[in-house]
């Protein structure tokens, strides 16, 4: 029990910056928390943790045995979880990483409705647009678009999202619209820098296959952004529909090649692999399918 005691502590201190911090999150005083942090240092013989009167910050032993830690906290609460099952009742500490962009039009309306249904399921969403490290960093579960790399993560399909090409009014009234992807290359393009193709953009057309190398204007790691540059005329821009169709929908942006389809891209959740998966991110997996499913057939 000490040991446990120990590493929750310590993990603790780092999660929440200060052992002030800590002591709250835990419900100890902050001389308890100090004095597990003292005890495991002095049981495993190294520092873990470097202290000033301004700051904490990890020693290179520190950062090591901190991904151990999250990875037997993390098991223990999985066990909790697995033995309270039977009860239906998912509960803990949710930690989630989701793009910024998708994460706010889509997810943000959807987490007080799961949280009305599973009132006993703390969140704690981060939004960053890129890949985290989810056992080194400590998340239960990412939302990732577009094509995943192979890894040691299960993924699960949760909707499609399709890309499309588009430009404002305004520029296509100055520039003309492209009809072949080849035509491009003599437009104003605005570029997302995550994009799995980099600067070679590929369409399906009649005749199969194109893909051509386009010569940014603007280039953003924020779709956001591009889209905000796309609707002040500076050039075309490819999104997935879920950042462009209400600005469709409402003329400020036009699809262009519509014999040309950029493409779709999948929704998935993705977690570490284990045997058995917590009964909360197995909830909210199945919330975020039926939702974003029913999003994607109301498009």
């Not at 004095?35 to 000033?52: C, K």
């Not at 032993?61 to 037997?72: I, N």
């Not at 799995?196 to 940014?216: H, K, M, T």
Request: charged share 20%; proline share 4%; aromatic share 6%.
């Amino acid at each position: 029990m000490d040991r446990l005691l120990e590493m929750q502590s310590f993990a603790s201190v780092i999660d929440a910056g200060s052992f002030v911090g800590a002591a709250d999150a835990l419900g100890l005083s902050k001389a308890a928390v100090s004095r597990h942090v003292n005890a495991l240092e002095s049981r495993l013989g190294v520092r873990l943790l470097h202290r000033t009167t301004r700051r904490l910050s990890l020693t290179a032993e520190g950062e090591l045995f901190l991904s151990r830690c999250r990875e037997l906290l993390a098991g223990l609460e999985e066990a909790e979880a697995e033995v309270t099952a039977s009860s239906a009742v998912a509960s803990g500490l949710l930690r989630i990483n989701v793009p910024v962009s998708f994460g706010l039009r889509r997810l943000a309306p959807l987490w007080g409705e799961f949280r009305r249904l599973h009132p006993q399921i703390r969140l704690d969403i981060t939004l960053a647009d890129r890949v985290v490290d989810l056992v080194e960093e400590g998340f239960d579960l990412a939302v990732r678009i577009g094509v995943l790399e192979n890894s040691s993560l299960v993924a699960r399909r949760l909707a499609e999202s399709r890309l499309l090409v588009c430009a404002a009014p305004a520029y296509l009234a100055e520039h003309g619209a492209p009809a072949h992807p080849a035509e491009l290359r003599d437009h104003s393009v605005i570029a997302y820098s995550y994009h799995s193709g980099g600067d070679e953009w590929r369409l399906q057309g009649p005749q199969g296959g194109v893909s051509v190398r386009v010569n940014p204007a603007i280039q953003s790691n924020n779709g956001d952004t591009c889209v905000a540059a796309a609707l002040a005329g500076q050039g075309l821009v490819m999104q997935p529909d879920f950042l462009v169709d209400d600005a469709i929908a409402r003329g400020e942006l036009v699809t262009v090649m519509p014999d040309y389809v950029a493409g779709t891209l999948g929704v998935y959740a993705v977690y570490p692999s284990r045997r058995h998966v917590a009964l909360k991110t197995r909830v909210l997996i199945d919330f975020l399918r039926s939702r974003l499913g029913q999003s994607a057939a109301a498009q």
